[in-house]
């Protein structure tokens, strides 16, 4: 498994995703995923993005909730993204349960897919939900067949679900992104920008309930 695409200068070399995969794995070892990151494309300067969106910005523990990774290519109309890579920091104390493709078809029917419509590889069209040692989920792909991609789209890269524990409550977190690369259809590494969207972990409706009746009751008593 690999959670990142190679840089355009092996483009002459490699034709196929896999070795695509492979070659940009190489350069992340070596410590140049950050330079390869935002590095602009041939075709022009502007930055593509991406971001960390949960489904709310108040979560409490007990429930399950939706983390949306989205890509927003209308930045670069010109370029049609042909496949996309990247990881997930996981906070300590979110558990992920589970994790999806915004579409189970192939090509997508999903609108809110970035990949709407396009056919895909299977092989490279994955998302990962379990989290390894350095707090990463990293096995994360989506790859067009040779030749296709989304051009100039706003949409969902995958959905991963979570839960937080109660020793998070009052604290402010996000879910990282990193190890990203998004290839066109020329075969070039599209420049990007990342955001990712903060929520907070707050008590269960019973538990603050019990918090606020708790100090009337210590102030009745003082009175």
């Known amino acids: 498994m690999f959670a990142s695409f190679r840089n355009?200068?092996?483009?002459?070399?490699?034709?196929?995703?896999?070795?695509?995969?492979?070659?940009?794995?190489?350069?992340?070892?070596w410590g140049l995923g950050a330079?390869?990151?935002i590095m602009p494309s041939a075709a022009n300067a502007e930055y593509m993005g991406i971001s960390s969106?949960?489904?709310?910005?108040?979560?409490?523990?007990?429930?399950?909730?939706?983390?949306?990774?989205?890509?927003?290519?209308?930045?670069?109309?010109?370029?049609?993204?042909?496949?996309?890579?990247?990881?997930?920091?996981?906070?300590?104390?979110?558990?992920?349960?589970?994790?999806?493709?915004?579409?189970?078809?192939?090509?997508?029917?999903?609108?809110?897919?970035?990949?709407?419509?396009?056919?895909?590889?299977?092989?490279?069209?994955?998302?990962?939900?379990?989290?390894?040692?350095?707090?990463?989920?990293?096995?994360?792909?989506r790859g067009g067949v040779v030749g296709y991609g989304s051009q100039n789209r706003i949409g969902d890269l995958g959905w991963y679900y979570f839960a937080v524990a109660p020793s998070l409550i009052g604290q402010t977190l996000s879910f990282g992104i990193s190890d990203v690369y998004f290839v066109n259809t020329a075969f070039r590494n599209v420049s990007f920008n990342i955001t990712n969207s903060q929520f907070t972990v707050t008590p269960e409706p019973a538990t603050?309930?019990?918090?606020?009746?708790?100090?009337?009751f210590l102030r009745k008593r003082k009175a």
């Open 53 to 141: 969106v949960p489904e709310t910005s108040q979560v409490q523990p007990g429930q399950v909730y939706k983390l949306r990774i989205v890509a927003d290519s209308t930045t670069v109309p010109s370029d049609t993204i042909m496949a996309a890579s990247w990881s997930v920091y996981v906070p300590t104390g979110v558990t992920i349960t589970g994790a999806e493709l915004p579409s189970q078809d192939n090509p997508g029917t999903n609108p809110n897919d970035f990949f709407y419509g396009v056919p895909m590889k299977q092989n490279m069209n994955f998302v990962d939900s379990s989290v390894d040692s350095s707090g990463k989920l990293t096995d994360n792909a």
């Open 35 to 37: 330079i390869i990151g």
């Open 208 to 216: 603050l309930l019990l918090l606020t009746l708790g100090g009337l």
């Open 8 to 29: 355009a200068s092996f483009a002459a070399s490699f034709m196929s995703f896999e070795n695509i995969a492979k070659s940009a794995r190489k350069l992340a070892s």
